[in-house]
């Protein structure tokens, strides 16, 4: 099975049509990579690219993404609303699949030192590919100390795993990780009852002792009016979209609710669509080997 | 997205190894072709080779397997218990994604033509590739005349739809065709009433009323005794596996009796794994594009 790695970068410019579209061109040029999707947001002067491809090629993207914006976003003119360290802000790499997660945080571990080298950039390891508990989740690193306050951090709670301890005032600071991949994943109920909606989410979330890899709100919806369970699913190795529907659905029944629809945000892995196929169906045994388009993936 | 053709060809050689070894290779160094199974059976005298990949490489493979077959089977000599027309018996071509029927039809029509001219052999159209009404099902054009009867039939029943109306002793005759994809699934059941599995079959399959696409029969399993409603779906855009599924269950349940597992035969399409999981989380319009590893297929 081919191994594919998917990189969700994050960029400090979210204005200049012309830097946006270069980086978008750096990095499909590079064979055996799909640009999956871009978002970019003026008011946070921040994009979003999502690729994917072999490992190799991802890397090799993503030191495309990160030439162009360190060369075209110069730190000490930006000014938005979303937190942000440097000009490439956050690098995560992300497992689809024929690749395990060490592999991935092995890959964050040279991508990041081969940038922090190569630009002479300080870079963090975040997420499963810290280095040290505190720098487990992203905001520890980035939201108190943001780049105005990295010159002064450098030395004391911001010293870098990769790369030099000193301010690099135009480009800022890179943090880099791995993670598994992030299902955005909305379940619709039959009802206006918000507490309801509230009481499931809450219920079924790992921080209150629910689902592992969970998180979940209660949102009521307008036009027609009615309820919604939304969630992330962290890691659907741990809790697949089968079980989260189910536990939602269960709740709701016992509420006399019915579950009206399901809503994924975005694209995707094979393996979660398929474990919900396994589950729906009682299959033993059924992974993407068994389907065929699965075996002309190269 | 790329098209995606699979064809399931039989050969009336069951036995030497050393020919079925040689198609198999045939098949699997044309360029783009994955041979996806292989079964021989020695009784029978006949092998069944699966193999996908692009449309005109699924062409030259077919091609590939008719020349090593009509070189190397003698029909004179053929004995064996499954009906048969010739050394290469049928060749069935089925989209899987990307190409509609009436493409594959075409594909059906101008390999039979161009196999009919180059070795001189009568070639029938049958299923969605079928030219007359008479010759819809395989078995009416091959189970009452079989290749002993051939030369007799040519001239009457057996007209060819490609090819001369000449005897072609060592080859016979070949059946070319398209069709959907028959998928072969089966669901146990928790109880060793056989009774109700036959009742179930009956109820939804389509020669009795049922579901469209569908055959079904009730049968009894050993070790552990239980029931199995064992069916084909030979198109699940009529009927999808998750429709099976909720018919079967809800008739066990209006009888007491619990669902056990389903079970899958061989490989099939993606588009049929995820009507299932479209089905299981009501999701509107998801389907492979949704899918990452989708976007990797060339």
Redesign the interface.
């Known amino acids: 099975m081919p191994a594919?790695v998917?990189c969700v970068p994050n960029i400090s410019e979210g204005r200049r049509a012309e830097v946006i579209s270069q980086v978008a061109a750096a990095i499909a040029a590079v064979p055996g990579v799909?640009l999956?999707d871009q978002t970019s947001d003026a008011d946070h002067h921040r994009s979003v690219f999502t690729f994917?491809?072999d490992p190799e090629a991802v890397v090799s993207a993503a030191h495309a993404l990160v030439d162009v914006s360190l060369r075209e976003i110069d730190m000490r003119a930006h000014k938005g609303e979303h937190p942000r360290l440097g000009a490439v802000d956050v690098v995560p790499f992300v497992p689809?699949?024929g690749i395990s997660m060490e592999e991935c945080v092995a890959l964050a571990h040279r991508f990041g030192r081969e940038v922090a080298q190569r630009h002479g950039v300080p870079v963090y390891f975040y997420a499963n590919a810290a280095l040290r508990p505190e720098r487990m989740k992203l905001g520890d690193i980035r939201n108190k100390v943001q780049y105005e306050g990295l010159a002064e951090a450098l030395a004391t709670t911001h010293v870098p795993d990769a790369g030099p301890a000193r301010f690099n005032e135009r480009a800022g600071a890179i943090v880099v990780g791995a993670r598994p991949f992030l299902i955005a994943?909305n379940i619709e109920l039959d009802t206006t009852d918000l507490a309801l909606a509230k009481r499931i989410a809450k219920e079924i979330r790992e921080s209150s002792g629910g689902l592992p890899a969970i998180q979940a709100l209660g949102f009521a919806l307008k036009g027609p009016p009615r309820v919604q369970v939304s969630m992330n699913v962290l890691d659907y190795n741990k809790t697949s979209?089968?079980t989260v529907?189910r536990e939602v659905e269960t709740r709701a029944a016992a509420a006399g609710v019915r579950?009206?629809?399901?809503?994924?945000i975005?694209?995707?892995?094979?393996g979660a669509?398929?474990q919900?196929?396994a589950?729906?169906?009682?299959?033993?045994g059924?992974d993407?080997a068994?389907?065929?388009?699965?075996?002309?993936?190269?």
Chains 1, 2 share one sequence.
């Open positions: 594919l998917e799909r999956l994917a491809g689809i699949s994943f979209l089968a529907w579950v009206l629809r399901g809503e994924l975005g694209l995707i892995p094979l669509a398929l919900v196929t589950s729906a169906l009682k299959l033993d059924f993407r068994r389907v065929i388009e699965a075996r002309f993936l190269e």
